[in-house]
Nanobody
Framework: QVQLVESGGGLVQAGGSLRLSCAASGRAFSTYTMGWFRQAPGKEREFVAAISWSGGNTYYPDSVKGRFTISRDNAKNTVYLQMSSLKPEDTAVYYC??????????????????WGQGTQVTVSS
């Protein structure tokens, strides 16, 4: 079992930055692929970023590539999402997700087994 708790969301102006954190509890964090997803009202959950268990591989959709950076600290059982050049269309609830040894290129949320409760990110224009 892995429990995930996100933090760091908030209100920011367009062009600003935020860093989200996801603290994991449970065993063997370093063997889990970690992902970030987001969901805006009335829309499906959308893949944002993923990082392999070792941190050696990361993957992003074109919509955030070059603006968002995912990283992890296995010693602290924490994964981060640094978001820069934020746009109003980035407004959503952001979720952290985990799955054992999943390929970092997996974008389907149904492939992730564990989820946090989400943190709201609002970008004003």
């Amino acid at each position: 079992q892995v429990q995930l708790v996100e933090s760091g969301g908030g209100l920011v102006q367009a062009g600003g930055s935020l860093r989200l954190s996801c603290a994991a509890s449970g065993r063997a964090f370093s063997t889990y692929t970690m992902g970030w997803f987001r969901q805006a009202p009335g829309k499906e959950r959308e893949f944002v970023a993923a990082i392999s268990w070792s941190g050696g591989n990361t993957y992003y959709p074109d919509s955030v590539k070059g603006r968002f950076t995912i990283s992890r600290d296995n010693a602290k059982n924490t994964v981060y999402l640094q978001m820069s050049s934020l746009k109003p269309e980035d407004t959503a609830v952001y979720y952290c997700a985990a799955s054992y040894l999943l390929a970092a290129t997996t974008t389907d949320p149904r492939e992730y087994k564990y989820w946090g409760q989400g943190t709201q990110v609002t970008v004003s224009s």
